[in-house]
């Protein structure tokens, strides 16, 4: 309850509890039938679409702020996988310090711009969530309560008109009975007063009841414009408001949708780069075995041919001939296979038949590659020719790997 003194006098703290107690009184005769109350069935309907769009949109507006911050949590639970992964790439690799650390740079390099892009990706789809949904719902959501704080008051202001008019209509009916009493005036009036004085008093009953019916009729309009006013806005406001909903939820749910897109398309590209330089490194350790190997190899070979340089001399042109591993082009990758036809349209393309074989050879300038491009030379040109000549470019999706 309020206090005296700030801001509120007793005369208006008077005024407050009177009115609740008239409240209360006239709902209590309204439900043992004593009194009239005022229905609006239709307006009773669209209180009751108020609450439920209210209700929904509450929860719509819940919702999206927990996926905000499950978005939020999976953000740094992958920055948490990124930062890991960055600090496994980071001690030296298998062979680092060897010929190739000009390549392994790049790929460091790509692999930081990756993570990097990653960050921003979830970053930037955590605002325009933010900004463009969740905004959205709560700027809708933000005229509900001043809505509803208006209709408590029509509520009430309802319930004063139905005082008023119980009251008014109580005075009208007691009227004629007040001026059948006044015109017959009680024998002890006539005994006391004087015929002349009997006019006078029978004059001013009948003023006092014309002032207190006056003073009803007067209150009785009051209440009624008071609350009209209220009901009329709400009748207009309560419709337009609940038509909105469908505006709202289109907006957010198709901007949700649009950024739900565009951040899986965008994320499906940047884990794309992220399998390829994991597949480059791969590539690159099995380069530097193989390239240890045959090191190691031609190192033994040199030794057994101090003794047996006849037999040394022979054992390679065999392998070749049956088609076994043998001596390999210099560059070599791996092998693949063409699982569909491809005919060059350029000097430096190689032309693929389904079934052919190709030693995949590595770039002598790697910024000379191109995505989805491979360099290589078909294995039966070189069982043949022992050259690079034929060597071309073709496409890696036309292939795979054997």
């Not at 491009?373 to 294995?379: A, D, I």
């Given at each position: 309850m309020a206090e005296i003194g700030k801001g509120v006098t007793a005369g208006k703290l008077a005024s407050n509890v009177q009115k609740r107690l008239s409240?209360?009184?006239?709902?209590?005769?309204?439900?043992?039938?004593?009194?009239?109350?005022?229905r609006d069935a239709a307006f009773e309907e669209m209180v009751a679409n108020f609450n439920k769009q209210m209700t929904e949109g509450t929860k719509l507006q819940k919702d999206l702020k927990a996926y905000m911050v499950a978005v939020k949590t999976m953000h740094e639970a992958?920055?948490?996988?990124?930062?890991?992964?960055?600090?496994?790439?980071e001690p030296d690799w298998y062979g680092k310090e060897e010929t190739d650390a000009l390549a392994e740079e790049m790929i460091e390099k790509e692999l930081d711009f990756t993570l990097e892009d990653l960050d921003t990706l979830w970053l930037e789809y955590h605002q325009n969530i933010t900004d463009q949904s969740l905004l959205c719902v709560d700027t809708y959501l933000a005229q509900f309560p001043e809505i509803?704080?208006?209709?408590?008051?029509?509520d009430r202001k309802m319930v004063d008109f139905d005082s008023a008019r119980h009251h008014f209509n109580s005075l009208q009916k007691s009227k004629k009975k007040d001026e059948a009493k006044i015109?017959?005036?009680?024998?002890?009036?006539?005994?006391?007063?004087?015929?002349?004085?009997?006019?006078?008093i029978s004059a001013h009953q009948v003023a006092q009841t014309n002032l207190s019916y006056n003073q009803a009729e007067e209150e009785l309009g009051r209440a009624q414009k008071i609350f009209e006013e209220l009901n009329v806005e709400l009748q207009d406001e309560l419709p337009t408001l609940w038509d909105s909903r469908v505006g709202v939820y289109v907006n957010a749910f198709q901007k949700l949708a649009n950024h739900q897109?565009?951040?899986?398309?965008?994320?499906?590209?940047?884990?794309?780069?992220?399998?390829?330089?994991?597949?480059?490194?791969?590539?690159?350790?099995?380069?530097?075995?193989?390239?240890?190997?045959?090191?190691k190899k031609g190192e033994g070979k040199k030794s057994e041919g101090a003794n047996h340089s006849e037999s040394a001399a022979v054992a390679p042109k065999s392998t070749v001939a049956n088609g076994s591993d043998g001596e390999l082009p210099p560059g070599f990758l791996y092998k693949v296979k063409a699982v569909h036809?491809?005919?060059?349209?350029?000097?430096?393309?190689?032309?693929?038949?389904?079934?052919?074989?190709?030693?995949?050879?590595?770039f002598d300038n790697p910024d000379e590659q191109d995505d989805g491009?491979?360099?290589?030379?078909?294995?039966s040109h070189w069982l043949q020719k022992k050259n690079i000549s034929a060597k071309g470019v073709f496409p890696e999706n036309f292939t795979q790997k054997v």
């Open positions: 409240r209360a009184q006239e709902k209590v005769l309204q439900k043992l039938g004593k009194a009239d109350e005022t992958s920055r948490r996988l990124q930062d890991c992964l960055a600090d496994m790439y509803k704080a208006r209709i408590a008051k029509r015109a017959k005036p009680a024998a002890l009036l006539e005994m006391a007063a004087p015929s002349w004085a009997q006019g006078l897109e565009k951040f899986h398309r965008e994320m499906g590209n940047l884990t794309q780069n992220l399998h390829d330089i994991m597949t480059k490194l791969e590539e690159q350790r099995e380069l530097k075995r193989d390239d240890a190997a045959i090191s036809e491809y005919t060059a349209t350029d000097g430096d393309e190689l032309e693929l038949n389904v079934g052919d074989i190709v030693l995949v050879l590595a491009w491979l360099l290589g030379l078909k294995e």
